[in-house]
């Protein structure tokens, strides 16, 4: 699987928030897409997901056009992961993923998707909470099922918007290795992400957004301090451990706020 995205535009009404985004995603890459608040990342991710429409652009699957695939077949290519979904009615884990087999007519699910779901929860090692109700799992756990259900649409792309936000340091790394694993399988990842350290843990390229735009996108050398300067505003310390880049914010650059005026 290849996606690649071909000068993408899109705004809201006359507010441009996507401008001339380009790049590429080859099988099994994990690639991040960094930025602060408002720079476009999650209208980046729903644009390539199908759920916005661009302006101007090409987004190409496979040496194909995103608008040829009927919205089926887009499923069955793509696996979307939500920051959070809520539901309002009690849920088992095992019929939450089972939506996941929908894409290939399981309306009424027969027991080859139910196996297919049975195999995913036990490689993810969920087998504990597979008959629990969904709405009274933890985040992290919320979040496994959600990876799973996107899983069971067999997807060539998991397309992931903040997938480890308001998760505790243990989640956050199991949710981290559910997709590493899935990346070794030859499923590509694209994740939208705030924790800069995390992302260069676990991210082989990334994507770094500014106002709309893709600022510079790279490798882990794209990480630095005067890259996080410029973009965020913010004064930080990178230093190397164990061969990946270690952010440490030292405080904002913003000079018009201080002490004697709060």
Known sequence: MELEVKNLEFSYGKKTVLENISFQVTKGEIVGIIGPNGSGKSTLLKCINGLLSPQKGELVLDDKN?????????????????????LFSPSPVF???LMGRKPYGAWKPGPEDK???????????????????????????QQKVLIARALAQNPSLLILDEPTSNLD???????????????????????????????????HGFIIMKEGRIYT??????????????????????????????????????????????
């Not at 036990?122 to 985040?139: E, M, P, T, V, W």
């Not at 913010?234 to 190397?240: C, F, H, N, R």
């Not at 880049?245 to 004697?260: D, F, H, R, T």
Request: with cysteine.
């Open 95 to 97: 019929e939450i993923i």
């Open 115 to 141: 196996e297919i779901v049975a195999r995913i929860i036990h490689r993810l090692n969920i087998s504990s909470i597979a008959f629990q109700d969904y709405s009274k799992l933890s985040g992290g756990q």
């Open 66 to 86: 995103l608008l040829e695939y009927s919205s089926s077949d887009l499923a069955r290519t793509i696996g979307y992961v939500p920051q959070k979904e809520l």
């Open 169 to 203: 340091l243990k989640h956050q790394i199991e949710v981290m290795e559910m997709i590493k694993a899935e990346s070794k399988r030859g499923i590509s990842s694209l994740i939208a992400m705030h924790d800069l350290s995390l992302a260069a843990r676990y991210c």
């Open 217 to 262: 996108m790279g490798g882990k050398d794209i990480i630095n301090a005067r890259c996080i300067a410029d973009v965020y505003e913010v004064e930080a310390l990178v230093q190397t451990e164990n061969g990946q880049p270690l952010v440490i914010p030292v405080g904002s650059m913003n000079k018009a706020i201080n002490s004697e005026e709060i």
